[in-house]
């Protein structure tokens, strides 16, 4: 398309006229970069079209300008905006009850944004003892390097947090359930004891459908995209929603001055992937309570860490505040198996890969050392009966494949190593 096609007044239209047939002179080079394209109207489809961009062209010097007085200009870099990357980012917001999303090149850089917005030398941040490894370690580097102050809580303590905050005290973070060792906090009541301190929830365990977290009380909701909203295990994604215009023009500054912008291309491959993700989660939950369930009932089983099951820390909570159940849970195995045979048994597993993340199709399988990550709040808890009959913790994500086929696959590797 020409540039300045499509202008509003009938001057501007004339002009485009004229460049066209002045056109028929230019050579082959000029006429593929400024070709003449006309494409008839009323062609519709589901997909949404991609727009890709890093130039974003102006219609006029004057409406350049204009932008640079604005804050937030509507369509100023490809690095800010496309069409693309805005529909997504409206879907996700209206799915989790939000006014505005941003979106970050993965979970991670969703989670960096949000201390380097609400942050700065000398503030604290309260984060949760269960919190996901990369937090913990992005939250220590700050405090090491950076002057910021961080203390970890028990995640079960609920209104409790509210003793901890310090005049200093500007982040509370929140995760549900835990990652590893999948405790459900009492989000509201943590929500109300912060007292108009920052509330930020990363809840990528729920894809973004199985809680409100705006309607709880939370300030800033974090997903990973890469998981369920990707569906594939082909795409990095993180996003940032809030309700509140201040903030998020706090959080957009923030991004623009790290300049963090995501593909189009990744956009569109999650946009693809969203009208089934109800679906989806609602066929891992399955899975995921099938193998649980059948893992409770083993004796080379200490616990089954599940939110659906009553003896998941914070179940209650889950009852209350969630709508139902992801595929990611956690099984604490007998001591007496030790790490070396828990190894051996997840690596003769057939259907379960052996890496991070998760959300796809394909189910996965992983040992964690959880009192290694653990400062505020014991490991196995207090009140476990037991407890030193405790040992290694597998964290099972159930993909896609049939639930008979993922406890056959258990079953047979544990018939060969936990015994």
């Given at each position: 398309?020409?540039r300045?096609?499509?202008?509003?007044?009938?001057?501007a239209?004339?002009?485009?006229q004229a460049?066209?047939?002045?056109?028929?002179s230019?050579?082959?080079?000029t006429?593929?970069?400024?070709?003449?394209?006309d494409?008839?109207?009323?062609?519709?489809?589901f997909?949404?079209?991609?727009?890709?961009?890093?130039?974003?062209?102006?219609?006029?010097?004057?409406?350049?300008?204009e932008a640079?007085?604005?804050?937030?200009?509507?369509?100023?870099y490809?690095?800010?905006?496309?069409?693309?990357?805005?529909?997504l980012?409206?879907?996700?917001?209206?799915?989790?009850?939000g006014?505005?999303?941003?979106?970050?090149?993965?979970?991670?850089?969703?989670?960096?944004?949000?201390l380097?917005?609400?942050l700065?030398?000398?503030?604290?941040i309260l984060?949760p003892?269960?919190?996901?490894g990369?937090?913990?370690?992005?939250?220590?580097?700050?405090?090491r390097?950076?002057?910021?102050?961080?203390?970890?809580?028990?995640?079960?303590?609920?209104?409790?947090?509210?003793?901890?905050?310090?005049?200093?005290?500007?982040l509370?973070?929140?995760?549900?359930?835990?990652?590893?060792t999948?405790?459900l906090?009492?989000?509201?009541?943590?929500?109300?004891?912060a007292?108009?301190?920052?509330?930020?929830?990363?809840?990528?365990w729920?894809?973004?459908?199985l809680?409100?977290p705006?309607?709880l009380?939370?300030?800033?909701s974090?997903?990973?995209?890469?998981?369920?909203?990707?569906?594939?295990?082909?795409?990095?994604?993180?996003?940032?929603v809030?309700?509140?215009?201040?903030?998020?023009?706090?959080?957009?500054?923030?991004r623009?001055?790290?300049?963090?912008?995501v593909s189009?291309?990744?956009?569109?491959?999650?946009?693809?992937?969203l009208?089934?993700?109800?679906?989806?989660?609602?066929?891992?939950?399955?899975?995921?309570?099938?193998?649980a369930q059948?893992?409770?009932?083993?004796?080379?089983?200490?616990?089954?860490?599940?939110?659906?099951?009553?003896?998941?820390?914070?179940?209650?909570?889950?009852?209350r505040?969630?709508s139902g159940?992801?595929?990611?849970?956690?099984?604490v195995?007998?001591?007496?198996?030790?790490?070396?045979?828990?190894?051996?048994?997840?690596?003769?597993?057939?259907l379960?890969?052996?890496?991070?993340?998760?959300g796809g199709?394909?189910?996965?399988?992983?040992?964690?050392?959880?009192?290694?990550?653990?400062?505020?709040?014991?490991?196995p808890?207090?009140?476990?009966?037991?407890?030193?009959?405790?040992?290694?913790?597998?964290r099972?994500?159930?993909?896609?494949?049939d639930?008979?086929?993922?406890?056959?696959?258990?079953?047979?590797?544990?018939?060969?190593h936990?015994?």
């Amino acid at each position: 398309m020409a540039r300045g096609e499509g202008g509003k007044d009938g001057g501007a239209r004339e002009g485009n006229q004229a460049r066209d047939d002045a056109s028929a002179s230019d050579g082959p080079s000029t006429r593929l970069t400024h070709p003449r394209i006309d494409i008839p109207e009323g062609f519709r489809a589901f997909p949404t079209a991609v727009s890709r961009a890093s130039t974003t062209l102006f219609p006029n010097v004057a409406a350049l300008r204009e932008a640079e007085t604005q804050s937030d200009p509507l369509w100023s870099y490809g690095l800010n905006s496309t069409p693309t990357q805005m529909e997504l980012a409206q879907r996700l917001a209206q799915m989790e009850g939000g006014a505005h999303c941003l979106l970050l090149p993965s979970g991670l850089s969703a989670i960096s944004l949000t201390l380097f917005a609400c942050l700065k030398a000398g503030d604290e941040i309260l984060a949760p003892d269960n919190a996901y490894g990369p937090l913990r370690t992005h939250a220590n580097w700050l405090a090491r390097d950076y002057g910021l102050q961080v203390r970890y809580y028990d995640p079960m303590l609920g209104a409790g947090v509210g003793a901890l905050i310090s005049p200093q005290t500007k982040l509370i973070w929140i995760e549900t359930p835990g990652s590893v060792t999948m405790e459900l906090p009492d989000v509201p009541a943590i929500a109300a004891a912060a007292r108009g301190i920052l509330t930020a929830m990363d809840h990528t365990w729920t894809g973004g459908l199985l809680i409100r977290p705006f309607e709880l009380g939370v300030d800033i909701s974090i997903q990973a995209l890469t998981k369920y909203q990707s569906g594939a295990s082909d795409v990095l994604m993180g996003s940032v929603v809030t309700r509140d215009a201040a903030l998020h023009t706090r959080l957009l500054k923030i991004r623009k001055l790290l300049g963090l912008g995501v593909s189009s291309d990744d956009c569109y491959f999650i946009l693809r992937s969203l009208p089934t993700l109800a679906a989806r989660l609602r066929a891992h939950e399955e899975r995921a309570l099938a193998l649980a369930q059948w893992l409770r009932e083993r004796p080379e089983v200490y616990r089954v860490l599940h939110p659906a099951f009553p003896e998941c820390p914070g179940h209650v909570n889950w009852l209350r505040d969630y709508s139902g159940a992801s595929s990611l849970f956690s099984a604490v195995f007998h001591q007496r198996f030790g790490q070396s045979r828990i190894d051996a048994f997840i690596d003769d597993l057939r259907l379960f890969g052996i890496g991070y993340s998760w959300g796809g199709a394909h189910s996965l399988a992983l040992p964690y050392d959880i009192p290694a990550m653990r400062s505020a709040a014991s490991w196995p808890p207090a009140d476990w009966p037991a407890r030193e009959d405790a040992g290694i913790l597998v964290r099972f994500y159930c993909g896609l494949e049939d639930a008979p086929d993922l406890i056959e696959d258990v079953r047979q590797s544990m018939a060969r190593h936990l015994v």
